[in-house]
């Protein structure tokens, strides 16, 4: 049971342009949420996160987008660059339930020059 | 300087060996974890140490052993290994509840 969704599995864009991803979650309990961006042979690093009290987070060309009643959340990337090509992991987890973070299947970004 | 880093980065190994892959961070951290990622790319998480204390047991086959001789170090011991057991593991640190930080991986071929 697949408790968060990523259903994009990959997406082209052309460098200089928007990259939005999106995200699904069921379990209402989630109260905090994060991306982490993974190149080959590496493994995942956080990117940004974002608090179920607040509905946006910024931090330089990423923004991401929380919509709590239809259990969505979405990366923005501006502008895209060739080095953000790699895979995007949403994830979630109850912070009173310690740090259990429960993972998307990824969405594979490929900037173009 | 590496701050997670685990060994070996690849291991390729007969079905039924025992083996073991080793993890440090020198970050400081209180909580350490394992995280498997299968063929479906999922990553999941087998198991977290808190100052040297289990605090997390997902669903993992008691052939998966952790052990956490300090809070630098998570190891993890797999007996009886089965061609299922092929994935790449990933160990992490963090705080308690702060963002994770992931070593680079250890990719599991079980023939």
């Known amino acids: 049971d697949q408790q968060v969704k990523q259903n994009s599995p990959s997406l082209s864009v052309q460098e200089g342009r928007i990259s939005i991803l999106n995200c699904d979650y069921t379990?209402?309990?989630?109260?905090?949420f994060l991306w982490y961006k993974k190149y080959p042979a590496e493994g995942p690093t956080f990117l940004i996160s974002i608090s179920s009290i607040k509905d946006k987070n910024e931090d330089g060309r990423f923004t991401v987008f929380l919509n709590k009643s239809a259990k969505h959340l979405s990366l923005h990337i501006v502008p895209s660059q060739p080095g953000d090509s790699a895979v995007y992991f949403c994830?979630?987890?109850?912070?009173?339930?310690?740090?259990?973070?429960?993972f998307g299947g990824g969405t594979r970004v490929l900037v173009k020059p | 300087d590496t701050a997670v880093s685990q060994t070996p980065k690849y291991l390729v190994t007969q079905m039924g060996n025992d083996k073991s892959i080793k993890c440090e961070q020198n970050?400081?951290?209180?909580?350490m974890y394992w995280y498997k990622q299968d063929s479906k790319k999922f990553l999941k998480i087998m198991f977290s140490?808190?100052?040297?204390?289990?605090?997390i047991n997902e669903t993992v086959p008691n052939r998966f052993s952790p052990k956490s001789p300090d809070k630098a170090h998570l190891n993890l011991h797999i007996n009886s290994l089965e061609l299922g057991d092929s994935a790449v593991y990933f160990c992490?640190?963090?705080?308690?509840?702060?963002?994770?930080?992931f070593g680079s991986g250890t990719q599991l071929s079980v023939l």
């Open positions: 992490a640190s963090s705080q308690l509840s702060g963002k994770l930080f």
């Open positions: 994830a979630a987890s109850v912070k009173a339930a310690g740090n259990k973070l429960t």
């Open positions: 970050l400081g951290h209180d909580t």
């Open positions: 140490y808190n100052n040297k204390e289990l605090i």
């Open positions: 379990n209402s309990m989630f109260d905090y």
